[in-house]
């Protein structure tokens, strides 16, 4: 599985970084993927990020 989040409709302060730090890290005002691949073990987190956040910035495939 891959993340991706749109920086132009993240607003950086939401709910992904606390969900699923392994992923998420909020660099100068928006939330960047840390990962090539998503590991398995934090799938769950992921998913769970992307159904959290408020503008649907997150995707994943
Ligand atoms: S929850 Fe969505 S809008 Fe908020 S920081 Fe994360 S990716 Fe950006």
Not at 13 to 35: L, Y
Request: charged share 30%.
């Amino acid at each position: 599985m891959k993340a991706k989040v749109d920086e132009g409709l993240c607003c950086g302060a939401g709910p992904c970084q606390e969900i699923c730090p392994e992923v998420f890290k909020r660099i100068d005002g928006v939330s960047v993927v840390q990962v090539e691949t998503v590991p398995s073990e934090v799938e769950k987190k992921c998913q769970e990020a992307m159904e959290e956040c408020p503008t649907n910035a997150i995707s994943l495939k």
